[in-house]
């Protein structure tokens, strides 16, 4: 069979992989949107280095969009088979990839306005529409994890925890060839140990290659603190004793959720007083939330205690979900303490800038950036230490504070990345031939590899390139 890496090698996003058998049948694995591509825009037909029609079947990690971002495309161009994937991914990738389709036409009228006549056609039309994406999501077939699927004589599917985000899973493949099988393992993006919200990451075992993300592959998390206690540090400093509004850029799916669950929390232990309010201003983050109350089985042992106890996970006395834009512009409007929790976690779009911008100059107000910022991002560009800041073509000045945290990164760091690999090793022993690196940028992929190589796995351990084949 062939291993083909069409995305996420040697960089981050677009995570896409192809397995052919021998006998031509064809796997791919995530279909994710390559953000490094969006810096280049290209048409439909570039998306995919295959016709859609020849795959037979497609396997979908987890919702996040640089995974998902291109199925409806895909099935757009003639895919007409089924998307395996946990229930709860199902449910979050619906509401990601309607919301994808939104964003790409509200930003395709707004270049037609902004664009002269002459020029208009050459301006990149949205990858697909709204109709697209409910026949892209009509196509989804769950499978729940730890139960085996098989697909057909050759081909076999079994699904475990992943630990990134509610439903992400690992994919195990077992292909069988002229008597011979295979088991190929897919991690996905894995998760933190112990993070909010979701269980901990599963480990393969008894696997003969391995494919592993390796986004924080040189880096290690600093934050030793505890989830409640670093949040309620900036709490009680900007809220309580300066009377200052903390706003926090957060993804709608995953880290908006675990930062409510933490509130919840610190307000149920008496350490929040009840006159401060939070507010949740994504409307995304709206209807992904109930998700994870409709999956209980998903939440780890804190979690699910904690609703059994509580009743709910993400509302409590105090905390305002905005869904209108008129809500919005209330909140832009509200100058008390409080806390303001909006996408998106890049400060890049979304309603986060409005807010970014009305508090950038007010002294008491702290902007936490509580994960990963791209470099050229908003938040990327806050983080630098600078006096003044370009925001929608004005000089701001800076006089909030602005900090940040990786106390809930979604992502493994170095030593837990190179810990999942170890243990892989320790379970499949000389069966494990390769260990491929990817969904990491070049310096990341690099000292991962360098690091796996000092404890013996050098000959195991590829980062591969785009577009490079491996016959396994």
Known sequence: MKLSFLGAARQVTGSMYLVTLDTGYKILIDCGMDYEMKKNPVSRGYLFPFEPVTIDLVILTHAHIDHSGNLPALTAGGYKGSIISTPATAELTSFLLFDSANIQWNDYRKNLANTKKTRREFIPKPLFTEKQVQECVDQFLTLHLHKPFKVNDQISIKLIEAGHLLGAASIELSITEKGVTQKIGFTGDLGRTNSKLVKNGEFFENINYLITESTYGGRKHLVEKNPEDELLSYIQKTCIEFRGRLVIPAF???????????????????????????????PLAIKSTPVYERHPYLLNEEAANFLRTHGNLFHFEGIEYLEGMDEHDELLKYYDPCIIISAAGMVEGGRIQEHVTNNIENPYSTILIAGFCAEGTLGHRLLQGQSSIRIKNKDRNIYAKIARTDVFSSHPDHDEVKNYVMNAQEKSGDNLKKIFLVHGDVPQLMAMQADLTAEGLGDKVVVPDMQEDFYL
């Open 252 to 282: 709608s799916v995953g880290r908006t959720q675990a930062i409510v669950f933490t509130i919840h929390q610190l307000k149920q232990k008496g350490l929040i007083p009840g006159w401060l309010k939070v507010f949740v201003d994504s």
